[in-house]
């Protein structure tokens, strides 16, 4: 690393080397992190703290087997980086020649198969860090910096460039094409209890120690970049990029536009969660909390898109993006709806009313009034030429229901209106159909991929933001919404569940629960099985007023548990699976 000059203003040579450096440390509640020393151990909850803080060091590519083969993409993305292509497309990846070597034997080493049983549609592409990187300094001149918020600088670590809301703080006179220095500004704790940043968007950075929050930034740099724009343009605009990072700490494929509908960038838990699940053609299956749809198109590829897939969302917005992937994954057995899923279970009197027998396996479902278009997978809400009403047309040829075809491209170009905003008749992005809820009984299988406390997440920067009380909020929800998948999954059935946090109280203790409460449930072993097993005992929260209790010794197994310490070095999950027996209602 380049010395920096050692006058009064500017910090000496060795400081600079503990400055400029990507050591991150996350901070929690007291309260949190003593519950997850009890929990994990003191040892091995740092270690998950560290690697919380840091990204994983590949990618996890899920291959759309109904329109390629693993062996056909794994050759693609061969070829491309071959030809060093991928480093155009794929944002960050270097092939690197070492001892002369092959280019295209280095190439491989980055692109490989998944090495465990059961996931042979996955592909794994290689990153590396953390790279210690050279920041340059110029003696008697100060390194020209840009701060960025906590959320910016996780995008940046996973892959992105800095966009201009990210921005928090910037040298006095960076122009456009100045090479900066970029670290990330994390909340610290306040005097009267709480957390703030400090740094408010817009100030000043002079690269002295005099700066306010200098010290707070040392081993937070996270890489180097060309300002895309001069620092008054970064607080004028409202967006685009501000900086292109050129030297980063973490280098991480990312796919834009690579292999669109081909492939699926995707965590490797919830690859696994899907294949847990173990859907088969021809069945129904509901997915409770869907979107962005990951798991969803996994589940409706597993069926070789033959059955239904009902995916639910609360927000409107979501359900339009599992629409949208339903689409370019040409999956047409996707059904996705705006609901609550604390309210998916429709009363049976309302069901029997519209004549539906318990066990219909239909959804019972409100007209759309909405004049916009929307997707179903390969279906589509559309307008009838000359009325308001809004029909189904399905753009595969399994129905006979169909009214009108509507290529994918037409598909595609009304999405796109719908996401550029208002339209004619200001429409806020389109509309997508509203669930008024399902029967009882009615679905062969259900997956219940919680919303969480996401604290297995990474990189996370920050984690301070969640209580025990927090924790304890969304453990009481998770049960809500698992009352529901319990009451509308079939006897005989299957109900997965799955988080990606790694507090027990969302995991563990929903397992408890759940056994406790459903006799007629059963935990079951899991295939494939990459994890490891689940926490036993118990423990004593709120001054010893409430145990909580997490699994038995024989329940331990059964269970999976990503951890991101561990050398799968995958984000903190965990994956339960239940059948359900004859119920006793
Ligand atoms: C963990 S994410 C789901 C990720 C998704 N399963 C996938 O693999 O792509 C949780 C989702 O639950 C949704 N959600 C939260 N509360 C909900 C509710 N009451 N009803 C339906 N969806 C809800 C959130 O909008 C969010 O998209």
Not at 203 to 220: F, I, M
Not at 370 to 377: Q, R, Y
Not at 554 to 572: K, M, N
Request: proline share 5%; glycine share 8%.
């Amino acid at each position: 690393m380049d010395s920096h000059s050692p006058t009064s203003a500017a910090p000496p040579a060795a400081a600079e080397t503990a400055r400029y450096t990507y050591s991150p440390r996350l901070r929690w509640q007291p309260e949190v992190e003593e519950y997850f020393n009890t929990a994990y151990g003191r040892d091995h909850f740092a270690r998950i703290s560290e690697a919380l803080a840091h990204p994983s060091c590949y990618s996890c590519i899920r291959v759309n087997t109904l329109k390629s083969s693993t062996d056909a993409v794994m050759h693609k993305l061969l070829d491309l980086v071959c030809k060093n292509e991928l480093s155009a497309v794929i944002n960050g990846l270097e092939v690197v020649e070492l001892n002369g070597g092959d280019q295209s034997q280095e190439g491989c080493s980055l692109v490989h198969k998944c090495p465990y049983a059961g996931l042979e549609n996955v592909l794994f592409v290689q990153g590396s860090g953390p790279h210690v990187l050279h920041y340059g300094s110029q003696p008697d001149q100060a390194v020209k910096e840009v701060v960025v918020s906590r959320k910016c600088a996780e995008s940046v670590l996973r892959g992105a460039q800095v966009y201009v809301p990210g921005v928090l703080a910037c040298s006095s006179h960076v122009e456009k094409g100045d090479k900066v220095a970029v670290s990330v500004a994390i909340e610290q704790p306040v005097k009267e209890d709480g957390w703030a940043v400090g740094i408010t968007r817009g100030t000043v950075l002079q690269g002295l120690q005099s700066d306010a929050h200098y010290e707070e930034r040392k081993g937070l740099y996270i890489g180097q970049g060309t300002a895309a724009m001069s620092r008054s343009a970064i607080f004028r605009v409202p967006h685009g990029i501000a900086v292109e990072m050129t030297e980063r700490v973490y280098k991480l494929p990312s796919f834009n536009d690579v292999l669109e509908g081909e492939i699926f960038l995707q965590n490797l838990p919830s690859v696994v969660t899907a294949r847990v699940l173990d859907p088969q053609s021809g069945e129904r299956i509901l997915d409770m909390c869907a979107a962005p749809g990951g798991k969803t198109t996994a589940i409706a590829i597993l069926m070789r898109d033959e059955g239904e897939v009902v995916a639910l969302d609360r927000s409107h917005n979501k359900v339009m993006d599992i629409l949208k992937l339903a689409s370019e994954m040409d999956l047409s057995c996707i059904k996705a709806y705006k609901l609550d899923a604390l309210k998916s279970v429709r009363k049976t009197d309302e069901a029997r009313s519209l004549g539906m027998a318990d066990n219909h396996s239909e959804a019972i479902e409100t007209p759309t009034e909405d004049p916009c278009h929307a997707t179903v997978g390969g279906r589509s809400t559309s307008v009838d030429e000359d009325s308001s009403t809004t029909t189904v047309v399905f753009s595969d040829n399994k129905n006979l229901n169909s009214k009108r075809y509507i290529s994918k491209a037409e598909l595609r170009k009304n999405l796109r209106q719908m996401k550029n905003g208002p339209g004619r008749n200001n429409c806020s992005g389109g509309r997508v159909e509203k669930s008024k809820g399902f029967c009882p009984n009615s679905f062969d299988r259900v997956l219940l991929d919680a919303p969480c406390s996401a604290l297995g997440l990474r990189p996370r920067l920050f984690a301070g933001e969640e209580t025990l009380e927090s924790l304890k909020k969304h453990s009481k929800y998770q049960r809500k919404m698992f009352d529901q998948a319990v009451k509308l999954v079939r006897p005989g059935g299957v109900i997965v569940y799955s988080t990606c946090t790694i507090n027990p109280g969302e995991n563990e203790a929903l397992v408890r629960y759940a056994l406790d409460t459903y006799k007629f449930l059963s935990l079951v072993s899991q295939y494939p099985k990459v994890g490891g097993p689940g926490i036993v005992g118990s423990c004593e929260l709120f001054n010893k007023t409430y145990t909580e209790e997490w699994l038995r010794e024989d329940e331990a197994d059964l269970v999976q548990r990503f951890d991101p310490s561990s050398s799968v070095d995958t984000i903190g999950f965990f994956i339960a699976k239940f059948d359900v027996g004859e119920k006793d209602e």
